[in-house]
């Protein structure tokens, strides 16, 4: 990739903005997180909280994690079943068809078929009950009638397309594993295992406190007042991650704000509470006062990441039974880049989901990076290489709109080819089921 004169100006922006090892702190006088150490934190604080399970229609299991292993009510298939539509044979060819009979899927009144005497053939289809002394199943491609009799087109084999009882497992079998995934391929599974209800882990539930005087909620954006970009755009993100989002709350930055703040972070009953804004040292941020006379524990304060760098991970109550706050900045990719290094691992973790595996795509052009921090950039995946997008500032969501994951770029940047670690943005991986 050509370097361009935006290039250069980012360069510029990045260099007014660096630090020196020495200055790290800055007004806050504490050390900026390692961005994977920040990542790992998060993961981590999530696994001490005590886990809860609850027994759950099977709608309602998708996207949520087993808490007790799937074990085989009974056999699967229950019984011999035919694989195929076609005719169902007892003994050598060719084979007297019975008149106007059929076996098919949904068995019989009495609950099975007539058994098939030596040298009779019946029609059947695909997953009927064999018949008892069924030697095969022929595929309808596979056979000829002539008159009265089936003749096989091909060699016969001794049970040829019949699905044995158990085949698949047998009574009290484990299936999957306590801390599985409830996918709708389990769904399907757990169903043809004879289950109506799954014993999972809630999801976790999340309140969204958005912080500012200057956002509007509609409109153009006029005399000073912006819109909030973070509410339509938080609620479906952090539900794709897993979790359910029990309210959306916008406060101000008064001291009113401050108060119902403090009600907000240490009256909810949600899991965890998430922020946008206030997480600096502004005349208005009122987060890390806030959780000072909450009582708070900072396990993160502050990530060495641009963007994002003043977001922050806080924990209040004990270790197993507390909430977590994580504080976003308030520009938009900032808060993207919080929620892809904090909130994402952390519900992860709450929901007992596994971390998503980590994985690295070439890049295509020189990539700038900050002198000391990580860079999220976003980038769009080909099918060989990761391409960086421009609109990338902090207050920026348009590269991000466009992107199928963010791109972690280290100090002092990347080389065109080099190999960077990709974040798969939720709706291209799949996320989660809802």
């Keep these: ?55 759950v229609p099977l709608a309602d299991a998708l996207g949520e ?25 007892a003994g050598p060819g060719p084979w007297a068809i019975r008149p106007g009979e059929a076996v098919l899927a949904g068995g019989t009144a009495d609950g099975a078929p007539a ?60 299936l999957l594993p306590a801390g599985s995934l409830v996918t709708p391929a389990v769904l399907g599974l757990a169903a043809a295992a004879g289950y109506d209800e799954l014993v999972t882990r809630p999801r976790p539930r999340v309140e969204i406190l958005v912080l500012g005087d200057e956002l509007l909620t509609e409109g153009l954006p006029h005399d000073g007042l912006i819109r909030d970009a973070l ?25 009113a704000g401050a108060e119902a703040l403090f009600q907000a972070v240490t009256g909810s009953t949600a899991d965890l509470v998430v922020t946008t804004g206030g997480t600096a040292s502004g005349p208005v941020d009122h987060v890390h006062p806030v959780l000072r006379r909450a009582g708070a524990e900072l396990l993160v304060d502050g990530v060495a990441v641009r963007p994002g760098h ?8 004990d270790r197993t039974d507390g909430r977590h706050v994580v504080g976003l900045p308030g520009n938009p990719l900032a808060a993207v880049s919080g929620l892809l290094t904090l909130a994402e691992p952390l519900l992860r973790s709450l929901a007992g989901r596994r971390q998503r595996p980590r994985y690295a795509v070439p890049v ?12 999220l950039v976003p980038v769009l995946l080909t099918d060989e290489h990761a391409v960086p997008l421009r609109y990338n500032g902090p207050a920026m969501l348009r590269g991000v709109a466009a992107a199928d994951a963010l791109a972690v770029v280290p100090p002092h940047g990347a080389r065109s080819g080099q190999e960077l670690e990709v974040l798969d943005l939720p709706w291209v991986a799949g996320g989660c089921f809802t």
């Design 1 to 55: 990739m050509t370097r361009t004169d935006a290039d250069g100006d980012l360069d510029e922006a990045l260099a007014l903005v660096s630090r020196t090892p020495a200055a790290e702190g800055g007004a806050g006088g504490h050390r900026a997180t390692a961005w994977q150490r920040a990542r790992e934190t998060a993961a981590l604080a999530g696994t001490t909280v005590r886990s809860r399970s609850h027994r």
């Design 115 to 174: 058994s098939l005497g030596d040298g009779e053939a019946v029609r059947i289809a695909t997953g009927a009950r064999v018949p008892a002394d069924t030697t095969a199943v022929i595929r309808s491609e596979h056979a000829r009638e002539s008159g009265s009799q089936l003749y096989a087109t091909r060699r016969v084999g001794t049970g040829q397309d019949i699905r044995p009882r158990g085949q698949e497992c047998r009574s009290g079998d484990p």
């Design 364 to 375: 295509e052009g020189d990539v700038p990076g900050h002198p000391y921090d990580t860079r």
């Design 310 to 317: 003043p977001m922050l991970l806080a924990r209040i109550g």
């Design 231 to 255: 509410s339509p755009m938080l609620d479906p993100w952090i539900t794709r991650i897993g979790a359910e989002v029990v309210s959306t709350r916008r406060l101000g930055d008064d001291p």
């Design 65 to 89: 994690v087993l808490t007790t292993s799937l074990d085989a009510l009974g056999d699967l298939p229950p019984f011999d079943t035919s694989a195929m539509d076609g005719w169902a044979v």
